[in-house]
């Protein structure tokens, strides 16, 4: 059989842009992501990064049970919008913890570099926003034979180095024979069967139906062999309009008929927590009135010396240029002067004078309470009993005022 090498291929290699910039391949969707160390030599086979099979960088991931999909994920790119900026990072690896990654939620283990630049290097985790577009790779597909003792009737190879997604590979021979072979976890596609005709042709389909054929000469291992073109980005409708996520609720409210999670998004990284010292709070008494028309419910607690209510939130808050004031509705099952009113590595309290009907307080974050720059943790805001004796306090509409109101 002669091989026609002026296949399918060569018109991807024709019309296919590469380098260029890459193409929305989904909407974008709530995703969590922590990061780690041991970056090299992941699932998906592609060794040392910036060696001859990685991406050729440090912005790699590894996906979520979820997202990995059996190693359908390997080579895909995923843009990330953090708190802390934007950045395209490639799939080389599956996330192992089943603390995190063998759940339905998306996940995504990074890089320390990729952390770095999407979120920042002060916490462990953080909630993002990603999408799925094409990889900004230069040159053709590649195939990497197996370092193995690979035959003509067993035989791996890896395929990397691709914009978008690969669908299936199929091997045909020099006697015409077509063979489909199945993916493994680990991102090797495998033939086990009669004597393949060497060379042959393995045929490369994305998951957008593209093709792109790889000429491989031998079953010899630890061959890298280059294919004849790259994928076309293909034409999507994807909107790129994607916004990082922020951690608490943007109206600034902390508590509004308990405690506030943005978008009612009820995630544990997410929004406002107890996060208070030797009082049991009641976030929904509905013994009292509340302070305003709206309020259902409001927030109390008996506080003994030194004691307080405490909130805080597991993801940094950096509320300059967000946020002016903190501002809430607070009273006592009798007059009480010994509350302070402070936040954790504030450098200002305040002491708001309590009595048996709502008032309201706002404080400014500068000038009154000395704010740091990220509130929530270890930045907790704190209503702490100072004075000589208990009391019982009851909150409502704590807020921290937008710059726009």
Not at 139 to 155: L, Q, R, S
Request: include cysteine.
């Amino acid at each position: 059989m002669k091989f026609n090498y002026l296949s399918k291929s060569l018109l991807v290699l024709l019309v296919g842009l590469v380098g260029v910039k890459s193409a929305d391949l989904s909407d974008c969707f709530s995703s969590r992501s922590t990061w780690y160390e041991a970056i090299q030599h992941g699932n998906c086979g592609y060794e040392q990064l910036t060696g001859k099979l990685g991406p050729g960088n440090l912005m790699i991931a590894a996906a979520a049970t979820a997202l990995y999909n059996g190693s359908y994920a390997c080579g895909e790119c995923y843009e990330i919008y953090g708190p802390g900026g934007t950045g395209t990072v490639m799939i080389v690896d599956q996330c192992p913890d089943p603390g995190w990654c063998d759940t339905p939620f998306p996940h995504l283990d990074l890089s320390p570099t990729a952390f770095n630049a999407t979120i920042s290097n002060g916490v462990g985790v953080a909630m993002t926003t990603i999408k799925k577009v094409s990889c900004d790779v230069t040159g053709n597909i590649k195939a990497y034979m197996k370092d193995a003792a690979t035959t003509n009737t067993w035989f791996e190879f890896m395929v990397f180095n691709h914009r978008v997604g690969i669908a299936s590979i199929s091997v045909e021979d020099q006697k015409g024979t077509i063979t489909p072979l199945p993916r493994r976890s680990y991102n090797y596609w495998t033939y086990n069967g009669n004597a393949a005709s060497f060379p042959i042709i393995a045929h490369v389909y994305s998951i957008y139906g593209d093709q792109v054929d790889i000429y491989i000469n031998s079953s010899k291992g630890a061959q890298l062999y280059d294919g004849v073109g790259q994928f076309a980005d293909p034409i999507t409708t994807f909107a790129d309009d994607c916004v990082a996520p922020f951690p608490v609720d943007t109206d600034g409210y902390i508590y509004d008929n308990g405690l506030v999670k943005p978008l009612n998004y009820n995630h544990p990284n997410l929004g406002w927590s107890d996060w208070s010292n030797g009082v049991t709070v009641n976030w929904a008494d509905s013994s009292t009135t509340g302070a305003e028309s709206s309020s259902k419910v409001v927030a109390s607690g008996n506080l003994a010396y030194n004691t307080g209510i405490q909130i805080g939130t597991d993801l940094p808050v950096p509320w300059a240029g967000k946020f002016s004031a903190l501002e809430f509705y607070i009273k006592a099952d009798s007059a009480f002067t010994g509350l302070v009113v402070e936040y954790n590595g504030g450098t200002v309290s305040q002491t708001p004078t309590l009595t048996t009907t709502w008032t309201k307080y706002t404080y400014d974050l500068t000038k009154d309470l000395g704010a740091p720059a990220s509130l929530g943790k270890p930045a907790t805001l704190k209503f702490r009993n100072n004075g000589s004796g208990a009391v019982k306090v009851y909150l409502d509409k704590i807020r921290l005022t937008p710059t726009s109101s």
